[in-house]
């Protein structure tokens, strides 16, 4: 499976992006999938997951400001950030159950 990813850029706190990750390759393969960040310095932390009945799952520090979404039919996850503050500054990640990764996109948010 390979992941991409778009959708980072710069945007002030308090502003919103939306991330996108599109798979390609053998795509029915692919059950849960989730969206990953590391901040210079900082361990990669999971921000939020979505399984194939479509449960969802977030962390504690982006609950109720970022939601993830997925179209089957496209093979497209999507993380609808708002409310950005500096402190989700990160480069972003998808990926598979499977162990497949995106390349990332950075979001940065500027006070």
């Known amino acids: 499976v390979h992941l991409a990813e778009s959708g980072g850029g710069l945007v002030q706190a308090g502003g919103s992006l939306r991330l996108s990750c599109i798979a390609s390759?053998?795509?029915?393969?692919?059950?849960?999938m989730s969206w990953y960040r590391q901040a210079p310095g900082k361990e990669s932390e999971l921000v939020a997951a979505?399984?194939?009945?479509?449960?969802?799952y977030y962390a504690d520090s982006v609950k109720g400001r970022f939601t993830i979404s997925r179209d089957t039919g496209t093979h497209t996850l999507y993380l609808q950030m708002n409310s950005l503050k500096p402190e989700d500054t990160a480069m972003y990640y998808c990926?598979?159950?499977?162990?497949?990764w995106g390349q990332g996109t950075q979001v940065t948010v500027s006070s």
């Open positions: 979505i399984n194939s009945d479509g449960g969802t």
């Open positions: 390759g053998n795509v029915h393969s692919i059950t849960a």
């Open positions: 990926a598979d159950l499977g162990g497949s």
